[in-house]
């Protein structure tokens, strides 16, 4: 098992900045796929942004491309999302899932991919 914790978020103003992190604990793998997904109030939770642990690549959702950085520490075993230029519709809550393998990129948005996932933190964007 692999448990997944998760800090930052908060509230913040149109135009500003947040940063998440995501600290992975208990039977990880050196190979392994994480992402942050997002669940605003009415709505489906929704691909926000993707780091493979092999080369390193990341993948973002067309919403959060140019303004979101997801990074890694493999040493630390975490990834972070900085998140910058924020607007009202980036309020949800962010959640950090898992694979323990690399995730082919073709489905590398899909929930269904991930087997972990941590217990989200709330992002609120006001205008």
């Known amino acids: 098992q692999v448990q997944l914790s998760e800090s930052g978020g908060g509230l913040v103003q149109t135009g500003g900045s947040l940063g998440l992190s995501c600290a992975a604990s208990?039977?990880?793998?050196?190979?392994?796929?994480m992402g942050w997904f997002r669940q605003a109030p009415g709505k489906e939770r929704e691909f926000v942004a993707a780091?493979?642990?092999?080369?390193?690549?990341?993948y973002y959702a067309d919403s959060v491309k140019g303004r979101f950085t997801i990074s890694s520490d493999k040493t630390k075993n975490t990834v972070s999302l900085q998140m910058n230029s924020l607007k009202p519709e980036d309020t949800a809550v962010y959640y950090c899932a898992r694979k323990e393998s690399s995730v082919i990129v073709s489905a590398i948005q899909l929930l269904r991919m991930y087997d972990y996932w941590g217990q989200g933190t709330q992002v609120t964007v006001s205008s």
């Open positions: 208990g039977r990880t793998q050196s190979t392994y796929t």
């Open positions: 780091i493979r642990s092999r080369g390193g690549h990341t």
